[in-house]
């Protein structure tokens, strides 16, 4: 097992397109969870998957922002009509199921710059 | 409501030296404390992470980290800095929820 993997590791937008990213968590993984982390700043948390059942959502999961996780397995998250603000860099962490000192697993990232 | 706060947004130590990163938390239930280390275009990786088993914890690569319930503080130390060591740090917390809350970081810069 490679770990987490998330793809594409850049993507250059331009302003008002429509992006999708994809997550593919470690195999074993029932939990899977998206962050956002800015320049200079911490990941914030975004959204979180147990199986294929979307748990708990950020407020800064706007409208224009959807997260899947169709099987179970990997996860898609989208951005439409994106805009400047979102220019960040998009982490996906994968975990067992288990009490609060379970180990999230972090993916290398999606970098997001929008034009 | 549970947070961290991470003082000095930038240290820089010699290398050999002590290193000593500062992470106070906030939170109305026991905590789960985490460090993880960031390099330049990466993702996290965790160094060590408390579970209240016991309040000193030692991580990977030399780091470690004491737990202080009085001083509501979880500092990550190491006796001897490396130059691969340079990375940006990150302190989190979570208690009860499923994700964490992380500091703003600490960038680590280790001078020859």
């Known amino acids: 097992d490679t770990g987490v993997s998330q793809n594409p590791r850049h993507k250059i937008t331009k302003r008002g397109q429509n992006v999708t990213f994809r997550c593919d968590p470690i195999s074993e993984h029932n939990r899977l969870y998206w962050y956002r982390q800015t320049l200079g700043q911490g990941p914030e948390f975004l959204t979180y998957?147990?199986?294929?059942?979307?748990?708990?959502k950020s407020r800064l999961l706007s409208d224009r922002f959807s997260a899947e996780r169709p099987k179970g397995s990997f996860s898609t998250l989208e951005i439409q009509r994106t805009e400047q603000g979102d220019s960040a860099m998009y982490l996906c962490?994968?975990?067992?199921?288990?009490?609060?000192?379970?180990?999230?697993?972090f993916g290398q990232g999606t970098r997001l710059t929008v034009v | 409501a549970q947070s961290v706060t991470q003082l000095g947004s930038h240290v820089s130590v010699s290398e050999g030296a002590l290193v000593l990163l500062r992470c106070n938390y906030s939170s109305s239930v026991p905590p789960y404390l985490f460090w993880y280390v960031q390099y330049p275009n990466q993702g996290l990786q965790l160094l060590l992470k408390?579970?209240?088993?016991?309040?000193l914890v030692k991580g990977i690569n030399g780091f470690e980290a004491e737990f202080k319930k009085s001083e509501t503080s979880f500092h990550l130390t190491k006796p001897s800095a490396h130059m691969s060591d340079a990375a940006e740090y990150f302190c989190a917390v979570k208690s009860g929820a499923n994700n964490l809350f992380f500091g703003t970081g600490t960038r680590l810069t280790v001078i020859p």
């Open positions: 998957f147990q199986n294929e059942a979307q748990l708990e």
């Open positions: 962490a994968s975990s067992n199921s288990g009490g609060p000192n379970t180990e999230a697993f």
């Open positions: 408390y579970t209240s088993a016991a309040t």
